[in-house]
T-cell receptor, first 111, second 117 residues
Framework: TQLLEQSPQFLSIQEGENLTVYCNSS?????LQWYRQEPGEGPVLLVT?????EVKKLKRLTFQFGDARKDSSLHITAAQTGDTGLYLC???????????FGTGTRLKVLA | DAGVIQSPRHEVTEMGQEVTLRCKPI?????LFWYRQTMMRGLELLIY????????DSGMPEDRFSAKMPNASFSTLKIQPSEPRDSAVYFC???????????????FGPGTRLTVL
């Protein structure tokens, strides 16, 4: 069974601090996506990583796909209160259209 | 575009009642997904449609759940009879065409928060 474990589960930090969120699996994924979900809303896609070792940057957010395509990380530099939300990683199950979602990291950035 | 539209946003019902959740995908999108989100189980795929045809409903928990997509602009998820353990947030998502590859973007609606008493 393909599972995506995220850590930490909860994170509360001060504005301006840096943080890293991890997404790990024992299975290989052809691609991984990161979503952010705000309260009362659906998840919104942030990025898709496809190639092992790939690094993508989205302003203060840096995403990395592991060389073996079994893990990914999201690093936020100088966190802002607007970064608060639930961060989810997701990947296609065994190359199908069925996406499985990670357990989620709930981030709170305090002013 | 208005994005994916779901109704109602909140639904409170009593055990045993029928519940119907509605979704209008983004115009031009050929793929539609229904998900359920709970604290315990996270976000789970229930069913996937492509070009209005149900492709995979293996995520539907029981026969009490059914989903239809009568046309490209409307889908329903029905629970009959509802039970307290069905309480969750139900999301509908659409994408351009998942057959094009597994990196297509899914656009989620705002969800329907269902409470079954």
């Amino acid at each position: 069974t393909q599972l995506l474990e995220q850590s930490p589960q909860f994170l509360s930090i001060q504005e301006g601090e840096n943080l890293t969120v991890y997404c790990n699996s024992s299975s290989v994924f052809s691609s991984l996506q990161w979503y952010r979900q705000e309260p009362g809303e659906g998840p919104v896609l942030l990025v898709t990583v496809v190639t092992g070792g790939e690094v993508k940057k989205l302003k203060r957010l840096t995403f990395q796909f592991g060389d073996a395509r079994k893990d990914s990380s999201l690093h936020i530099t100088a966190a802002q209160t607007g970064d608060t939300g639930l961060y989810l990683c997701a990947g296609p199950f065994s190359g199908t259209y069925k996406y499985i979602f990670g357990t989620g990291t709930r981030l709170k950035v305090l002013a | 575009d208005a994005g994916v539209i779901q109704s109602p946003r909140h639904e409170v019902t009593e055990m045993g009642q029928e519940v119907t959740l509605r979704c209008k995908p983004i115009s031009g999108h050929n793929s539609l997904f229904w998900y359920r989100q709970t604290m315990m189980r996270g976000l789970e795929l229930l069913i996937y449609f492509n070009n209005n045809v149900p492709i995979d409903d293996s995520g539907m928990p029981e026969d009490r759940f059914s989903a239809k997509m009568p046309n490209a602009s409307f889908s329903t998820l029905k629970i009959q009879p509802s039970e307290p353990r069905d309480s969750a947030v139900y999301f509908c998502a659409s994408s351009l065409d998942f057959w094009e590859g597994d990196t297509d973007t899914q656009y989620f609606g705002p969800g329907t928060r269902l409470t079954v008493l």
